[in-house]
């Protein structure tokens, strides 16, 4: 079990990465990655065009069980949301945010899909 948990977190590990270039790529400059606040976490934290943008990443190695972006509950929106709001706070940030998605699927080809303003 110990090893499929270590696969996972790798495969996510990997994900992540590939999403924060993504974003790079697009003009997004990276502010954080897995940025915790109390049990939740947000994956990256980035910016562009005066927004901050909240990114949870989905990553998966085949999509036998669903796409990544499937993942994305409105439980775990709700808990970004938190997150967010306790990040704007303690930057003191006044500007505009924005809650997106980032699904990574790592087969034969990597397929990267972004999905913006999911709240």
Do not use: C
């Amino acid at each position: 079990m110990e090893r499929i948990f270590n696969r996972n977190r790798q495969i996510g590990n990997k994900g992540e990465d590939k999403a924060s270039l993504f974003l790079i790529s697009l003009g997004y400059d990276i502010l954080d990655t897995n940025y915790r606040h109390r049990r939740s976490e947000i994956d990256i934290i980035a910016i562009k065009d005066g927004t901050i943008h909240f990114v949870e990443v989905k990553t998966r190695s085949d999509n036998r069980y669903g796409n990544p972006e499937e993942a994305v509950t409105n439980k775990k929106i709700e808990s970004i949301m938190s997150v967010a709001d306790h990040y704007v706070h303690e930057n003191n940030w006044e500007g505009n945010i924005q809650f997106d998605a980032i699904s990574v699927l790592m087969g034969k080809e990597i397929r990267i899909d972004h999905f913006e303003d999911i709240s």
